[in-house]
């Protein structure tokens, strides 16, 4: 309850308010299981931009407005481009500063053309990529979309 009072919106691996279930969940990469929840009563789809605070929303641009009218995903390119964002921010002295100049920008960019370009194919290509970035995370194909080469 109230955990961006404790701390930043972003949330880093060594953020004190993760709890030991919660560490061992985001290691194996088993916290959006929870999610799934959502997606089975609607209020989420398996494939769409990654649900985001109303701090950062509330930046969108005009453009960027286009991401909230589609229904948040578990997973999307962002979520395969950056896969270890908390790995990213543990450590830097103002998460949120972290987040914005070297996460935001591109998770924005990518969550656009998932919005732009959005079909049944793509989904289950996420869906694929997601998938191969748990169990093969070194993966050629994987390797190319954090190196924003397959999708650019």
């Known amino acids: 309850m109230d955990a961006e009072k404790l701390g930043a919106s972003s949330t880093s691996d060594d953020d004190a308010r ?9 290691k194996h990469k088993l916290d959006e299981l929870p999610q799934l929840i959502n997606v089975l009563i609607g209020d989420m789809s398996l494939v769409g931009p990654r649900p985001e605070v109303k701090y950062y929303t509330d930046m969108y641009t005009e453009e960027e407005k286009a991401i909230l009218s589609v229904r948040p995903g578990i997973t999307d390119w962002a979520s395969i481009w950056n896969a270890h964002e908390g790995v990213f921010l543990a450590g830097a002295e103002d998460p949120d500063k972290a987040y914005k100049e070297f996460i935001r920008p591109t998770k924005l960019k990518l969550q656009l053309k998932y919005v732009r370009e959005r079909s049944f194919f793509i989904d289950i290509n996420i869906l694929f990529l997601t998938i191969l970035a748990i169990i093969k995370p070194e993966s050629r194909a994987v390797q190319d979309i954090r190196n924003k080469k397959s999708i650019a």
């Open 18 to 26: 993760i709890t030991r279930i919660g560490k061992f969940l985001r």
